[in-house]
């Protein structure tokens, strides 16, 4: 059997919008460079996902050097972003933690609320290293930070698990939805080479250069039913995820990830599990 490697790496410059794929990324101590610095903001301050606009995943974001961005979509006419100047600060809800963060203007503005038909705005996150402490006791450390990600730095995915989560949903009610592609979980590293599940019992691994504490398993929700070319709404993973990857309540496929050292991690790059 091949040895475990880094297969594919992802960044969402935008939270909740389309993957940007990449040969390589610069690990951060809040994630993947450039990964979850943006994230469109509801008129009530809430930080939009696709939970509540799967319209989201019709939209991308290409991230450009400097930290700016292209947004685009079917039928609208691409728009550079660039940096905001600092200044103001707005503050924003996501996951009940508040966080400052600086409103991109009024063309980023008008793009979005064209693109979903409501009021909404964009905004980026300025300085990671002190907005955004990780939030989820007790798996966490004092002075773990991370970006606009869910509520951890990297989210880390198998193909032998995908094969597998695939073959049960083919045995399964709604087997015509599967099999599924790993865009539905957005993760930021795929992982080839394993057995299925393995990751399950993983606590420290080595990408390359760089080491990563294995926090918790990922708990999947509605956003995994959502197609992320169109955007609809299916049934699977979670039917399948309910009878099979149940664990402490929660419906499991993946691992959330902190890193320990930083550096540049690349595809191919071998992956070491160290405990």
Known sequence: MPKPALHSLHIH???ALRAQPLPAAVVEPWGLAGDRRWAVIDDTGKVLTQREEPRLATAAAEALPGGGIVLSAPGREPLTVAVPEPGVTTTARIFGQKVDLVSAGTEARDWLSGHLD????LAHLDDPAVRRPIDDPPYTSPGEMVSLADRYPLLLTTLASLDSLNALIARGDHAAEGP???NRFRPGAVVSGTEPWAEDDW??????????????????CVVTTTDQDTGARGREPLRT???HRRFDGRLVFGQNLV????????????VEVLG
């Open 241 to 243: 995820l309910a009878r």
């Open 259 to 270: 890193p320990l050292t930083t550096g540049t991690i690349r595809v191919g790059d071998p």
């Open 180 to 182: 599924l592609p790993m």
């Open 13 to 15: 410059p935008v939270k």
């Open 203 to 220: 606590n420290r691994v080595a990408i390359g250069e760089v080491v990563f504490r294995v926090a918790k398993l990922s708990g999947r």
């Open 118 to 121: 409501s009021d909404v705005f």
